[in-house]
């Protein structure tokens, strides 16, 4: 079988779990528990219509499931630690130079006491939630098949174009962020190839989008959350804050993208996945 046609039976069956459990949650009232437990279930849910079908698409062919990104016996390991460190000092390097350029400033404390811890978790394990998603979804099951096919740069560019054609849904995203979306998905790429796994991408991806939603309280592609840390605000062009984007469109974020990929090469230079 193609592996271009084992790729479409992967999302076919993704697809069809994202049906039946819209199908399912059309049965709950969307105010059931509040927001923020809707908006975690709804999360989950897309999480879990892209890591199903992978424990099947093991089965078809003949593969232990961690072979797809994912091995159990790394999770939560040093990679994912790393992963996170990275995450959340890039994206304080990127919120310190829009600072030091007047484009940012960090405001007063919008939470108080335990909501701080409470609103602080939730969006770790939201993010979490997400990084396990997005990362399964494009670097996953697909990177790997479609490396079968194509060999694994020519799927990377593939998959992280899809990855900015995704985020193109969002409210307030606009050009330059998806732009920026897809330099970031085909740097995860990278991080695959060099470590061998996706456990390093999860822990930056959650780093990044929790520092952004909660930790400096800004847009995060498009998307300002509620239960935020900070009443801060971006001011100035849209070039350098991101406008309705929020950083990841600002074009700093390029700069921050291209040294990541040039400190990632030099700590982390061996090629642990799909090496001919």
């Known amino acids: 079988m193609y ?15 994202l049906l039946l459990e819209g199908a399912l949650l059309h049965f709950v009232h969307p105010h059931e528990g509040g927001a923020l437990l809707w908006g975690m279930a709804t999360e989950a849910s897309m999480m879990l219509a892209a890591i199903l079908p992978g424990f099947v698409m093991a089965q078809i062919e003949g593969r232990p499931f961690g072979d797809f990104g994912l091995p159990a016996r790394g999770a939560f390991g040093r990679n994912f630690w790393a992963g996170t460190l990275w995450g959340i000092a890039s994206l304080t390097v990127l919120m310190l130079v829009l600072r030091a350029t007047g484009a940012f400033t960090f405001g007063s404390l919008n939470l108080h006491g335990g909501r701080i811890v409470k609103f602080a978790l939730y969006y770790a394990v939201f993010f979490l939630i ?8 494009l670097r996953g099951y697909s990177q790997w098949v479609l490396t079968k096919g194509m ?3 020519p799927a990377a560019a593939l998959l992280s174009i899809s990855f900015g054609y995704i985020h193109g849904a969002n409210p307030g995203e606009a050009r330059i ?14 991080t695959l190839r060099r470590t061998g796994n996706l456990w390093w991408a999860v822990g930056f991806h959650m780093a990044w989008d929790w520092g952004e939603s909660f930790l400096y309280s800004v ?32 074009y700093v974020v390029f700069v921050v993208i291209a040294a990541l990929w040039v400190l990632f090469e030099r700590v982390y230079p061996e090629v642990k996945y799909g090496a001919k």
Not at 3 to 17: C, F, P, S, V
């Open 3 to 17: 592996a271009g046609t084992r790729w479409l039976i992967y999302l076919a069956m993704g697809g069809i779990i």
């Open 130 to 137: 997400t990084g396990f998603f997005e990362e399964f979804l």
């Open 151 to 153: 060999n694994f740069w």
């Open 177 to 190: 962020g998806l732009v920026a979306v897809v330099a970031i998905g085909f740097f995860f790429c990278l």
């Open 219 to 250: 847009p995060d592609s498009g998307t300002l959350l509620p239960g935020h840390l900070l009443n801060s605000s971006l001011h100035g062009p849209d070039w350098l804050t991101g406008g309705s984007v929020g950083p990841e469109g600002s």
